[in-house]
């Protein structure tokens, strides 16, 4: 029984540090623009689309350069998506936002579709793939990429808001935009830094948990869906409470299917998403903001 | 009797006393204003007496009846309306419409009725626009009403308000600092409006920082501080109030009447 | 963008497709297809699609049927049932196609029955399920093997190596509840006994939990019926898990790309599956050794490795064209009846025999038993 | 007979296609697919564009109006209108229970709860596969009959469909410009000022929200009875993201705007087969452009434009009857 919890636990811990590193993006660009971008799922397929299509074959790069490169791509189609389609719909409605983003992510996987097919990809482990044993549960070395990976992202991601100058300017554009502008802070070149940073964790998922999942044009849907759902559970805009959020619904998933019906573990990761904002209105950590009238 | 009677109030936001143990009654069919310092709880009051936020001790009766605990639209149902200091207009509408909603309470038609437009639901809209119209023309705004919110300067939007809390046809109107952002001319406008408004039988329950309309337009004035009663009485009591003129660090209140 | 000008041409191209509707007609055999191009199972409709043209292209080539050009029109569903149905009457009555190949889910075809039935026109199903043709409806046929089939296949051969506990892992996709539903129905007939019963999303990227707990139950072996990256990711989590009893995928696995993601996880795992995966190892006295090997030689010249969904697509094209070619028409009647009259057509699934009261003509031997060895399939004997 | 100047227009062009082109595809085939999604974006909108309340699981209600008819009359051989009736019973009842807690919640996470709540239900059709026949569908769903004619061809199903949807508009309209309507706007416009108007914000939001699952369950049974065949893929997420779009991309608050995005978006698919691999981009590339350089949708974009080339105080109304639809914040 022990055994089995533990073995659910590792499970539920590596896909949720998936879903958090998604529910991180999101938190980023939510907070450094007011927009949800739905088009993080396919970031994560971009990093891993293009880090395998860059090692592929025999004149395909070494996969630490692969790897850097499809970063380094996916971080481009961030500034681009930022710069193209957000940048011109500033003052836009939420909704309106929603629907371009969503646009936004078709129109990826439109793109993926024409350059990579429909075929499904794996990508090599980074270690080898004999499992570790811990009591009778097991893990491969790809999982403890994954936490690690995952963990030392959301450190830096931490440190860069609360310890570096354009992290700090970031957050100030989120919270007084006129204001940042008028400290002599360039708004414009913020929020590219801030849909970069977004894409390039967005990536970085892609690229760790591909060895693991696989990938294909259409990976980043179900991503984008579940990292969206994180960081309302963990309550939007608050970049640790996403963190959280992706690894609690993580843990509820895999101890769903484990202990009650593998059958009904999403439905029963979103009522527990339900009953947790019907208590919080925002969210496990969000702010409640008050109205002012 | 008073048409509103304040006990013993109290309200704090997380360890911080917006309004503590504060008592005062509006009589009919005056002008009441309450002055202070910005943060001295003006806002948090008419917050607490229209239903938006529940205080955390105290009674406020209006009509010898509870509001504690009802919900806005319920106090909104007793006789009280207001306007909001940050504008509350329905940007979505035309003036006309911003004001037809003001006629809700007096207007029956439900959902089902309007769906299919029947005839009750034809004469009652008739009705209601005639009110509607009625209550532009008392602030003076017929030539707006076909417009919409979005497009008007900020000293129409402020009459609309009033104009929509009208059309409720209420006791009490509590009117949130109304010449806040006004002009010298539209300042004006709102004195006579706020005179009118009182002579047509109306309770006003005002917040206002430009000292010069309160001392002209009330009858009785509140001076809080720090969500405390500093002073009550006329505009001449509280002109002459040393401790007022202290809160007000002297002079600032020395308007020429 | 001008975008008032984007509207005008599309308004135009509205029109100018509403007045060119009928066009064309008798000097060209119609074959209209709707497929999972795109979506969840797309895997089946990129196949099918890329089979079907290559081989009207090749019949066209050899100077049609009867001297007449055979036009193939298709469109997407993306596996929406609901598109299916919109396109099905889109080839019916705008297009005006003479037979329908297609179907790539059982949903979608599923979908179609009721318009096929009552508009009357011969349908050739690649969908899995058996409830297409069960019970017989007049127009509808099918070329695949049913789930039914691939659980009996399956069955058969756990009852030689004494299997008789089995834990049952499926996708909550149509392929995957469908088998699980003949799986769960046929066990008993076997004398077979399903101790687990879990399942997973189609876009799930871990099944250790579920594998967990049938770690724990005392099965014998573990059966997986779905399709896509799921399979793949349960070949390698069993093998994570230290799972040692045997492992069965069913006949959706079965393309080379199932080999190439779940790689050495995948040695020892069996599958039923059409001749065609390992059609260079059937003896050479085997009918249809020679349709598969000219399939597969055809097909990898162009796409790469061949599955055996693209088989499915030949099959059905090619019982439509003989069919119409025997009735010497495109009357739909004649062509329906012709079509049920199919005997001993040699196809990649096996060999067809179809009758008034079976459209699909196939037997459980048309299954060959598979297993993974050295990256590679093999017969089992 | 001004006020509703646009909805005469609207119904003769539907009575007059099918004498031009009776047996047409694009009309009597994807115009019955249009005049149901019309059906359902005009619902929805009364939701999120007038009420302002974001839904991303308005499939949801469709989807257990479609199932409730289907099982119903399919399985246990129930009158279609009396299925129909009982779906729309079930509907009421669900939608009524969640209403209160979720319209409790605002902006992102009310889009989040709902988009959760239509997930849920989709995983309980695909689940229950015993009772809705699961991923693959269920078929043999009978045909509507209107005192003893049946609904059986294409062009009866335009029909039924077209005055389906006619009504629909038509009672939207009527709502939007009455008492109702207005407390609907106001809702959008402030809640806290609807609330002083006596507006009871609660029970104006549960009112629209259930009145909205209403018209998706019924669309939901008219779309199970016409197909014949439902499964749950016709009521995924997805779907609900494409009826949001259909609202956005027409225009939010104004029921024309609904219909006319309901249309294109219905259209637009059909027209980009022809480009096979690149449908996907170029659809993509659709909806992200027209929503960047027309943020107020098409309908209502270029509406709002021509009214601004005219003259300044001629007001909207002379374009389209009495709709209000400016401001969408």
């Known amino acids: 029984m022990w055994d089995q919890i533990l073995q659910f636990l590792i499970t539920g811990v590596t896909v949720g540090a998936t879903y958090a590193l998604v529910a991180l993006g999101f938190a980023i660009i939510y907070n450094a623009s007011d927009v949800v971008n739905f088009a993080q799922g396919e970031f994560v397929m971009i990093g891993a689309m293009t880090a395998i299509a860059l090692s592929a074959g025999d004149g395909g790069l070494p996969l630490p350069l692969a790897l850097i490169g499809a970063v380094l791509i996916t971080i481009a189609v961030g500034i681009l998506l930022q710069r193209f389609a957000i940048a011109p719909a500033r003052g836009a409605s939420v909704v309106t936002t929603i629907i371009i983003t969503i646009g936004a992510s078709i129109f990826l996987r439109g793109v993926a579709l024409l350059v990579w097919g429909k075929d499904i990809f794996a990508m090599p482990h980074f270690s080898g793939e004999i499992p570790l044993h811990i009591g009778n549960a097991t893990l491969l070395p790809q999982n403890l990429w994954v936490m690690g990976g995952a963990a030392l992202l959301v450190m830096g991601v931490h440190y860069f808001f609360n310890h570096t100058i354009i992290g700090k300017a970031i957050l100030a554009c989120s919270c007084n935009r006129t204001a940042a502008h008028l400290v002599g802070i360039n708004v414009g070149l913020m929020m590219l830094v801030a849909y970069g940073l977004s894409a390039f964790l967005g990536a970085m998922a892609g690229i760790l948990v591909a060895p693991i999942t696989f990938t294909s044009y259409d990976a980043g849907v179900m991503l984008g869906l579940k990292g969206f759902s994180a960081a309302i559970l963990g309550g939007m805009g608050n970049p640790m409470g996403a963190v959280a959020g992706g690894l609690a619904l993580g843990l509820i998933e895999s101890l769903a299917a484990g202990l009650i019906s593998s059958g009904y573990k999403d439905a029963i990761g979103f009522i527990i998403l339900l009953l947790v904002l019907f208590i919080r209105p925002s969210g496990m950590f969000g702010k409640v903001s008050a109205e002012r009238v | ?257 | 963008m001008n975008i008032r000008k984007t509207m005008t041409a599309l308004a135009v191209s509205t029109l100018m497709s509403l007045t060119a509707a009928q066009a064309l007609a008798a000097d060209t055999i119609k074959v209209g297809s709707f497929l999972a191009v795109t979506g969840g199972a797309s895997f089946l409709g990129d196949t099918e699609l890329k089979t079907l043209q290559m081989y009207v292209d090749e019949v066209n080539a050899k100077g049609g049927i009867d001297g007449m050009q055979v036009e193939l029109i298709h469109y997407d569903t993306g596996g929406d049932s609901k598109k299916a149905v919109n396109f099905a009457k889109r080839l019916i009555k705008k297009d005006q196609v003479d037979v329908i190949v297609g179907g790539s889910t059982s949903g979608t075809s599923m979908a179609v029955i009721d318009e096929v039935e009552s508009e009357g026109i011969p349908f050739i199903s690649l969908a899995g399920s058996v409830k297409i043709v069960e019970p017989v409806k007049k127009w509808v046929f099918k070329v695949p093997h049913t789930d039914r089939m691939a659980a009996g296949k399956i069955f058969e051969d756990m009852k030689k190596r004494g299997i008789s506990k089995v834990a049952l892992i499926s996708g909550d996709g149509g392929f995957g509840k469908s088998g699980r539903g003949e799986t769960l129905a046929l066990a008993p007939e076997y004398g077979i006994e399903i101790v687990a019963d879990e399942s997973y999303g189609a876009k799930d990227t871990d099944m250790t939990a579920q594998l967990t707990k049938i770690r724990d139950t005392d099965a014998q072996a573990v059966l997986n019926f779905g399709f896509g990256t799921g399979p793949a990711i349960v070949t390698k989590n069993v093998r994570q898990l230290g799972i040692t009893i045997p492992l069965y995928q069913s006949h959706g696995v079965a393309s080379k790309k199932y080999i190439e993601l779940a790689g050495d996880s995948a040695e020892g795992v069996r599958l039923p599956a059409a001749a065609l995966l390992v059609a260079d190892k059937l003896a050479d006295a085997d009918p249809q050794k020679p349709v598969l090997v000219a399939y597969q030689t055809k097909y990898e010249a162009a796409h790469g490795a061949v599955s055996t969904f693209g088989g499915h697509a030949f099959d059905g094209l090619y019982i439509a064209l003989e069919a119409i070619d025997r009735a010497n028409s495109t009357d739909k009647a004649k062509v329906r009846d012709e079509i049920e009259k199919t005997t001993n057509f040699i196809g990649t699934g096996g060999i067809f025999n179809m009758s008034a009261t079976d459209h699909l003509g196939l037997g459980l031997d048309a299954f060959k038993m598979l297993e993974i060895k050295n990256g590679d399939w093999t017969l089992v004997e | 007979m001004r006020r509703l100047a646009g909805f005469y227009i609207l119904a003769a062009g539907v009575a007059l296609l099918p004498v031009f082109f009776p047996d047409n595809y694009f009309i009597t085939v994807v115009g019955v697919t249009a005049g149901i999604h019309v059906i359902l974006a005009v619902s929805l909108n009364l939701l999120m564009g007038y009420a302002g309340q974001i839904s991303l699981g308005h499939a949801a209600f469709f989807g257990i109006g479609a199932y409730t008819s289907a099982i119903l009359s399919a399985r246990y051989g129930w009158n279609p209108w009396l299925a129909m009736l009982t779906g729309l019973l079930l509907t009421g009842v669900i939608a009524y229970f969640i209403a209160r807690p979720i319209l409790r919640l605002k902006g992102h996470y009310l889009a989040m709860a709902t988009l959760g709540f239509g997930i849920i239900i989709n995983i309980v059709l695909v689940q229950n596969g015993q009772l809705t026949g699961g991923p693959d569908g269920l078929g043999d769903i009978p045909s509507l009959t209107i005192f003893g004619w049946e609904v059986d061809s294409d062009l009866h199903w335009y029909g039924v469909i077209g005055v389906a949807m006619l009504a629909v508009i038509w009672l939207s309209l009527n709502i939007i410009d009455s008492r109702s309507g207005r407390a609907l706007r106001a809702l959008h416009g402030s809640e806290v000022a609807a609330e002083m108007m006596g507006i009871n914000t609660t029970t104006t939001k549960t009112g629209v929200f259930v009145l909205a699952a209403l018209i998706a369950s019924f669309a939901g049974s008219l779309f199970s009875h016409q197909q014949g065949f439902v499964s749950p893929g016709s009521f995924s997420f997805f779907f609900s993201i494409e009826l949001v779009t259909m609202v956005v991309l027409g225009g939010m608050a104004s029921t024309y705007g609904a219909v006319f995005g309901a249309i294109v978006l219905t259209f637009l698919p059909e027209l980009l087969v022809v480009f096979e691999d690149y449908e996907v981009m170029i659809f993509g590339a659709i909806l992200m452009l027209t929503m960047i350089f027309l943020p107020q949708g098409i309908f209502v974009g270029l509406r709002n434009l021509a009214y601004k080339l005219r003259k300044k105080n001629a007001t909207p109304d002379s374009i389209a009857g009495k709709e209000q639809n400016r401001g969408t914040a």
């Open chain 2, 1 to 257: 009797m008073a048409l509103l009677e304040v006990k013993d109030l109290t309200k704090a936001f997380g360890g911080v006393t917006a309004i503590a143990d504060l008592h005062f009654k509006v009589p009919e069919n005056k002008v009441y204003s309450v002055i202070g310092p910005n943060g001295a709880g003006k806002t948090t009051l008419f917050n607490m007496l229209s239903g938006i936020y529940h205080p955390d001790e105290g009674s406020i009766r209006f009509l010898d009846q509870e509001i504690i605990g009802k919900e806005p639209h319920a106090v909104a149902e007793m006789g009280l309306s207001r306007t909001f200091q940050n504008l509350q207009m329905f940007f979505n509408m035309t003036v006309l419409d911003n004001v037809l909603v003001g006629c809700h309470l007096r207007t029956h038609s439900g959902l089902f009725s309007a769906a299919f437009r029947l005839p009750s639901v034809i004469r009652e809209e008739r009705v209601a626009r005639q009110w509607a119209e009625e209550a532009l023309a008392f602030c003076g705004l017929e030539e707006y009403s076909r417009q919409h919110a979005d497009a008007l300067p900020y000293g129409v939007l402020k009459r609309i308000e009033i104009a929509r809390a009208l059309a409720v046809q209420p006791k009490l109107l509590l009117m949130d600092e109304p010449a806040a952002g006004l002009n010298d001319t539209e300042t004006l406008e709102m004195r006579s409006l706020i005179r009118r408004i009182s002579e047509s039988g109306i309770t006003v329950l005002l917040v206002e920082h430009n000292m010069g309309l309160v001392m002209q337009v009330s009858d009785r004035i509140l001076v809080l501080d720090y969500g405390s009663r500093l002073a009550e009485g006329t505009p001449e009591e509280i002109q002459n109030n040393p401790q007022v003129i202290e809160a007000y660090l002297g002079g600032e209140v020395q308007y020429a009447v």
